[in-house]
């Protein structure tokens, strides 16, 4: 487990949303660098890992080896709807047992949410990269992290034993910039 990197990557609104009240992230929080920013990083990684309802959809999605949250089965499973793909649940399952089972032992992993899926990885991330929308709220929406909105994300991050660096612009035009959360505890 020591050789797997484990990066985290959500965009949040200005208080602390990754969805809206209906449980679906809005148009409000997509932003062209953002996406750029996010395909670029999973590309890049080896093995992506999500909750059932925050699959990424993009272009390159079906290319990409992952692992699926679910209660639905009782340990690991193949995903009947996607060969790339395996379900875990990991009340029945740990987290190297899934990847020794997808072969993946080394290299980069993805989580990309949704909150509780970030809550488990919390005090294992190398890095969590926090994307923000300052100009969006979603009142009522979803939090991102459990904690939220009781706490910010970067109160539950440096909670975790992260500290920021320095923060990139991704979208000038509407202030939405990523700080990587990066482990020194
Ligand atoms: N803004 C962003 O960057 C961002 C990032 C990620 C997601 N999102 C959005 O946020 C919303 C997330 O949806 P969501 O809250 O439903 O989260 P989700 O984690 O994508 O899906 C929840 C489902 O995943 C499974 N699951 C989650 N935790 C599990 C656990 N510990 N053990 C076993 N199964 C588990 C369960 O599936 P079963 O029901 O099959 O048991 C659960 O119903 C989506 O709209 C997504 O698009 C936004």
């Not at 440096?158 to 923060?167: K, L, N, Q, S, V």
Request: proline residues 8%; glycine residues 8%.
């Amino acid at each position: 487990m020591v050789a797997l990197r484990i990066d985290g990557y959500v965009i949040v609104s200005a208080d602390g949303m990754l969805a809206n009240a209906d449980r679906v992230m809005p148009i409000e929080l997509k932003f062209e660098g953002d996406k750029q920013f996010f395909t670029t990083a999973l590309d890049r990684a080896d093995l992506i890992v999500h909750g059932r309802h925050s699959y990424e959809d993009q272009p390159n999605s079906p290319r990409r080896k992952r692992i699926v949250l679910t209660r639905t089965i009782d340990a690991i499973a193949p995903d009947p709807a996607n060969p790339k793909a395996v379900l875990w649940n990991p009340a029945g399952a740990t987290f190297e047992a899934i990847c020794d089972f997808v072969g993946v032992v080394s290299g980069t992993v993805a989580i990309i949410g949704g909150p509780d899926v970030f809550g488990m990885f919390m005090d294992r991330y190398d890095t969590f990269w926090l994307s923000q929308a300052p100009r969006v709220r979603l009142p009522g929406g979803e939090p991102c992290f459990p904690g939220v909105p009781q706490h910010s994300p970067q109160d539950i991050l440096a909670a975790h034993g992260m500290r920021a660096g320095e923060t990139q612009i991704l979208d000038a035009a509407d202030d939405v910039s990523v700080t990587p959360w990066r482990r020194v505890v």
